[in-house]
């Protein structure tokens, strides 16, 4: 079944159309990712489908249900991560996510296995704006998930965490569509949508340039591979006799084979003992972004 079908979506502020005559689908149980800089229009985009803002234009059906006007029979069925900035004041930890669950009629051991799924017992009687950026994150997200939504919309989930922290998230969130939830994330970053996402919506001045699968968007690209070879290991002139190598350039990191047959050159290192700290890098979700709109990506 379709979870999300979305056609000919379009909002405007005055001049500026935010969101552009949008479709898009997303099926159910599928991880979405919509990925794009500042001001692309994925806010906007996501509260229109979430029936948080109305549309000028286009139609929205979630779970098989017109979500414009503004349709009640939606809100048990879906989840909205809200802000951290958008918790209840001086609530602590435990009793920020009762009170959700008590909104929806959700007991409170069920707020409190969330709690612990999130990792977060430990901080239960912490307020919570004693709460750290990450572990704000993560009640904010168990608290769009305590009444068991079909469907979840994460807004830039992992926004102002440091490297590690939005790793350290990846697990959570990826957990979260496991049990065949389907889940719907904005982010800004390329490197979380490659990791999570079964498909990748690419937006850019309210448009979605292509929406496919990591995989295929930057197989769609036709970039060659490049592959390194430790410094010492090869000179230039040897690594451009191999087959299959196109050029070839010395970099800090040693010599760097550029090829559209990967498999082969590496089988020809591998038979002259070469392998070791061999590094292979092929197209990323930055260059498909770049042969978009020919711009370099800015988070
Ligand atoms: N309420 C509003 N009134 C006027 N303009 C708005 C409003 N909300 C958003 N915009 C504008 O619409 C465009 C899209 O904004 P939106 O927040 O949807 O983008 P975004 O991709 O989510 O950006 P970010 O990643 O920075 O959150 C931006 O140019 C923004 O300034």
Redesign the pocket.
């Known amino acids: 079944m379709t979870a999300i079908h979305v056609t000919g979506l379009t909002k405007r ?1 005055g001049d ?1 159309v ?1 969101v552009d005559d949008v479709s898009l689908d997303v099926a159910e149980g599928e991880f979405v990712g919509v990925l ?1 800089p ?7 985009l996501l509260e229109m489908v979430e029936g948080l803002r109305r549309p000028d234009a286009g139609g929205i059906e979630v779970l098989g249900e017109a979500v414009w006007p503004r349709n009640t029979r939606l809100q048990p069925r879906i989840g909205v991560q809200l802000q951290a900035s958008s918790f209840f004041e001086r609530l602590t930890a435990r009793e920020q996510i009762r009170t959700f669950a008590s909104l929806y009629g959700v007991g409170q051991a069920t707020a409190d296995a969330w709690l612990e799924r999130v990792g977060l017992t430990d901080k239960a009687e912490t307020r919570v704006e004693d709460l750290s950026g990450g572990q704000a994150q993560r009640l904010s997200i168990a608290c769009a998930l305590v009444h068991d939504p079909e469907l979840v919309f994460l807004d830039e989930p992992t926004a102002a965490l440091d490297p590690q922290a939005r790793r350290n998230l990846w697990d959570l969130l990826s957990s979260i569509n496991d049990s065949g939830r389907t889940v719907v994330l ?1 982010t ?1 970053y390329m490197d979380e949508a490659e990791v999570l996402c079964d498909r990748v919506a690419v937006m850019d001045h309210g448009r979605i340039l292509q929406y496919d699968s990591p995989a295929a968007l930057v197989r769609g690209l036709d970039a060659p591979a490049r592959i390194t070879v430790a410094p010492g290991v090869l000179d230039t002139e040897t690594a451009a006799t191999i087959d299959g190598v196109l050029e070839t350039d010395e970099g800090v990191d040693g010599v760097v084979l550029v090829t559209r047959e990967p498999t082969a050159v590496l089988g020809t290192l591998a038979a002259s003992d070469r392998l070791d700290g061999v590094r292979v890098q092929t197209g990323t979700l930055e260059d498909v972004f770049l042969a978009l709109t020919g711009r370099e990506y800015r988070a």
């Open positions: 502020y500026l935010a794009g500042n001001g692309a229009g994925k806010t906007t904005t800004h």
